[in-house]
């Protein structure tokens, strides 16, 4: 195990699995500030590294194919014991572990919508009354599938390297009007004040788990499950679990236009699922919800919510989303 305690003087190290992007180390940051103040007599300590779709910067990560792109090495140093536990975006991780590993802890999730990143030029337009044929980045399916059908007046385009996206929509000569990044990240690198809107259900249904933290340790490790145990958020967990389950369902991934929208309130767990075609225009969706009132423990509740997604995953293959799907495939 990489937590060591090398004389009764040194403070007891856990060490913390990380990729080495701006946003990855600022998400893991947040969780070692966190459980620092939690445990001042212990040190945390971060171990960044390369991850296979870290190092993939000149093609757009649905053409890859490969599910674990943002977890596979830092699985294979959790299971080596060089590192204690590993910090995830929640949405790169796959809905099944490989042996071994199970989540920690599930933190409270930041807002989980699309933003919408205009460059000076058209600062106070919305992608409605955005000038016809500009040019929008992203290279989400998800994002293209929903909005195309939206607003058939715009144009998408990949923004293939991740690390300059800001980069390239500020040029001035640049292609871009405007780029569609996730809320949370722009929140946790401190560039809120950049979102130029943040995109209602109607406009853009969100992706499975996007905006939560999963930190990801070895099965059965009891003394780190205890020492993650405070960073759960009961409701987070509630919904990104029932995300999920839908998810795996559909045996989805980057590369399948699926989206979600999830609220609890009043002990009501709601699902809103999403499958679309790459162009938009063949689109299902389904709703449902469950009451979680009866369920007292956590497991009663969060099998619930697994249950929700399940079901709504299989309203979807039923209403036209295994063709949807099959067809995906072969492409």
């Known amino acids: 195990m990489a937590a060591s305690t090398h004389s009764t003087t040194t403070k007891k190290n856990f060490v913390i699995g990380s990729r080495k992007s701006q946003l990855a180390l600022a998400q893991t940051h947040l969780v070692r500030n966190t459980l620092q103040e939690i445990y001042p007599d212990f040190e945390f300590t971060v171990e960044a590294m390369s991850t296979t779709g870290d190092n993939i910067l000149d093609k757009a990560l649905s053409k890859i194919g490969e599910k674990a792109l943002f977890t596979k090495e830092l699985e294979v140093a959790l299971a080596d ?8 975006s929640f949405k790169d991780l796959p809905t099944v572990l490989p042996p071994g590993m199970e989540i920690g802890a599930i933190m409270e999730r930041e807002d989980p919508r699309d933003a919408l990143v205009l460059n000076a030029r058209n600062e106070g337009k919305s992608l ?3 000038p016809a044929g500009s040019v929008i980045g992203t290279s989400s399916l998800r994002r293209v599938a929903q909005l195309k059908r939206r607003y058939p007046h715009l144009k998408f385009a990949d923004v293939i390297h991740r690390n300059t996206r800001l980069a390239k929509l500020d ?9 569609i990044l996730a809320v949370a990240g722009l929140v946790r690198l401190n560039m809120g004040d950049r979102i130029s809107c943040k995109l209602s259900s109607s406009d853009s249904l969100y992706a499975v788990s996007q905006g939560a933290l999963a930190i990801e340790c070895r099965e059965k490790d009891k003394e780190i499950m205890a020492l993650l145990e405070p960073l759960n958020h009961a409701n987070t967990r509630l919904m990104c679990l029932c995300e999920r389950s ?6 989805g991934g980057c590369s399948v236009p699926i989206g979600v929208n999830t609220n609890l309130e009043n002990n009501k767990l709601q699902l809103h699922g999403l499958v679309a075609s790459l162009d938009g225009q063949n689109v299902v969706e389904y709703k449902d919800e469950v009451n979680l009132e009866g369920a007292e423990t956590r497991e009663e509740r969060e099998a619930l919510a697994e249950r929700l997604g399940n079901s709504v995953a299989n309203q979807l293959l039923k209403d036209g989303a295994d063709k949807i799907l099959a067809e995906l495939a072969h492409k």
């Open 246 to 251: 839908l998810m795996r369902t559909l045996e």
């Open 171 to 179: 040029d001035e000569n640049g292609p871009f009007s405007g780029i």
């Open 81 to 88: 014991r060089r590192v204690d536990f590993v910090v995830h």
């Open 128 to 130: 409605e009354t955005l």
